[in-house]
């Protein structure tokens, strides 16, 4: 089975829509700290992230950062992607940790960010090669040292607690349609990096 198991990409939302969307999840707290951090045009660094401001999301959160050779590394990872990696991914590339075919979609993933310059949220039926499938999404926000070059990545991920064994996919069932499996849902064009106000 090919991968992603469903795609779908929604609209490009306003930004307000887009933090409506949100609600009160943990997601909506790395957006808000995030757009606190940008100033007009000018997105936040790594160097201005205070991981201490998100204790409530911290086990949920991760940063990497572009290395030389265009790859990513894991800069900071809390512990919740400890224990879903079953490792200490600190320091460790998105190549070093990803099955092949997650990271394409992973990869996918943040070079829209770079296209778009505006936070993401993807949501996925994923995978970690233990053969039950969960949803699993993951908000980005770009990070530039010089203020718009995207050279790192804020994020945070969650998972829920809805399971599709890997027998009921192989066998030719379907998901349930109430959970739909999305990638690409975000801000779109709307970079909050150029308009931070909702």
Same mark, same amino acid.
């Given at each position: 089975?090919?991968?992603?198991?469903?795609?779908?990409?929604?609209?490009?939302?306003?930004?307000?829509?887009? +933090?409506?969307?949100? !609600?009160?999840?943990?997601?909506?707290?790395?957006?808000?700290?995030?757009?606190?951090?940008?100033?007009?045009?000018?997105?936040?660094?790594? +160097?201005?992230?205070?991981? !201490?401001?998100?204790?409530?999301?911290?086990?949920?959160?991760?940063?990497?950062?572009?290395?030389?050779?265009?790859?990513?590394?894991?800069?900071?990872?809390?512990?919740?992607?400890?224990?879903?990696?079953?490792?200490?991914?600190?320091?460790?590339?998105?190549?070093?940790?990803?099955?092949?075919?997650?990271?394409?979609?992973?990869?996918?993933?943040?070079?829209?960010?770079?296209?778009?310059?505006?936070?993401?949220?993807?949501?996925?039926?994923?995978?970690?090669?233990?053969?039950?499938?969960?949803?699993? !999404?993951?908000?980005?926000?770009?990070?530039?040292?010089?203020? +718009?070059?995207?050279?790192?990545?804020? !994020?945070?991920?969650?998972?829920?607690?809805?399971?599709?064994?890997?027998?009921?996919? +192989?066998?030719?069932?379907?998901?349930?349609?109430?959970?739909?499996?999305?990638?690409?849902s975000g801000a779109g064009a709307l970079s909050p990096a150029r308009n931070p106000s909702i």
């Amino acid at each position: 089975m090919d991968w992603p198991l469903a795609e779908a990409v929604v609209p490009a939302l306003s930004l307000a829509a887009f +933090r409506d969307e949100l !609600g009160d999840s943990q997601f909506a707290l790395l957006l808000d700290y995030w757009l606190g951090l940008c100033d007009g045009p000018v997105l936040p660094g790594r +160097r201005d992230i205070d991981p !201490g401001q998100l204790k409530p999301i911290l086990p949920y959160l991760y940063m990497l950062e572009r290395t030389e050779d265009g790859g990513l590394r894991f800069r900071l990872a809390g512990t919740a992607m400890r224990e879903l990696f079953a490792q200490d991914i600190t320091n460790q590339t998105l190549d070093e940790v990803l099955p092949q075919r997650a990271l394409r979609n992973a990869k996918r993933c943040y070079e829209t960010v770079d296209r778009l310059a505006t936070v993401w949220l993807t949501r996925i039926l994923y995978d970690l090669g233990q053969g039950d499938r969960y949803r699993y !999404g993951r908000l980005v926000c770009p990070l530039a040292s010089d203020g +718009r070059r995207i050279d790192a990545y804020l !994020g945070a991920f969650e998972t829920t607690d809805i399971y599709f064994p890997a027998a009921q996919l +192989r066998g030719g069932g379907r998901p349930d349609p109430r959970h739909p499996h999305t990638t690409g849902s975000g801000a779109g064009a709307l970079s909050p990096a150029r308009n931070p106000s909702i």
